[in-house]
């Protein structure tokens, strides 16, 4: 029984990070490609790293710190982040990763 609670338990979790991951393709799509590239691989304004190199808490990390005005941001770069609620930098976050060589899964396809 304890097998079994736990089996469903693991595909419940697997099914919301999957669920995160494709709002995050579509938020990403939307707000991000531009700037840091379909894939994450671009550095942003010539100074933000490449975000498929950063892990998923850097990521939630300058994603809350710029909504939050705790690191400045102007213009687009504001504008995206801005707007974000919780879950959306979780699913940003995990659809980035998901993007990574070595994320080992095939991500959902971003939005145009």
């Known amino acids: 029984m304890k097998t079994l609670m736990l089996g469903l338990l693991l595909i419940c979790a697997s099914g919301t990070a999957l669920a995160d991951a494709a709002a995050g393709a579509q938020k990403y799509g939307q707000g991000c490609a531009d700037c840091h590239g379909r894939k994450a691989d671009r550095a942003a304004f010539g100074k933000a790293p490449p975000l498929i190199t950063l892990s998923r ?37 995990d659809y980035i990763r998901s993007l990574s060589p070595q994320a080992g899964a095939a991500a959902p396809k971003v939005a145009n």
Do not use: M, P, Y
């Open 57 to 93: 808490e850097q990521l939630v990390s300058a994603l809350t710190d710029r909504r939050d005005g705790k690191i400045a941001t102007s213009g687009a770069e504001q504008r995206a982040k801005t707007g974000l609620s919780d879950d959306d930098i979780q699913g940003l976050a």
